[in-house]
C-alpha cells in the first residue's frame, strides 16, 4: 500500500486495550476520574511504553445505536486531544456515560482534557 501525505502528516494510532484483562488491570490499579461525558481511568507504566487507549460503553447508556454513537465520540475526542498532545507510559480507559452522546463535542473534548489533568497525566 502507498502511503500518501494525508498519511505521513497523521500522527500513529495508539494501540488499544483489547482484552478484558487488560482492562481489569487499568481498573484494579490506576486512577479514576469522573467527568460528566465520561469516566477515565488511567494507569501509568514506564516512561518508554507507548500510550494504549482503550474505550468501553456499558448496555445501561442505551441499545447499541446508542453505544457506538458514544463510542465513537470518544474515540474522535482522544484522537484529537492525543494528535495535539502525545503521550506515552500510560494505559487508559475511557468509559462512555449517558450524557457521552448528547454532550457539545467541544465539551467532551474538554472533560477528557479535565480528566487528564485531574489525573496528573498532562
Request: glycine fraction near 4%; aromatic fraction near 4%; proline fraction near 5%.
Amino acid at each position: 500500500m502507498i502511503a500518501t501525505a494525508a498519511d505521513l502528516a497523521r500522527p500513529p494510532r495508539p494501540a488499544r486495550l483489547k482484552r478484558r484483562a487488560e482492562f481489569l488491570a487499568v481498573a484494579a490499579r490506576g486512577r479514576k476520574v469522573q467527568m460528566p461525558g465520561l469516566v477515565l481511568q488511567a494507569l501509568a507504566r514506564e516512561q518508554a511504553a507507548p500510550l494504549r487507549l482503550g474505550f468501553t460503553v456499558t448496555r445501561k447508556i442505551g441499545n447499541a445505536v446508542a453505544r457506538n454513537r458514544a463510542r465513537r465520540r470518544l474515540k474522535e475526542a482522544a484522537r484529537l486531544f492525543f494528535a495535539e498532545h502525545p503521550a506515552a507510559g500510560v494505559d487508559l480507559v475511557l468509559i462512555g456515560r449517558r450524557e457521552t452522546a448528547r454532550r457539545e463535542f467541544s465539551a467532551l473534548r474538554d472533560d477528557l482534557a479535565r480528566a487528564l489533568a485531574k489525573a496528573r497525566l498532562s
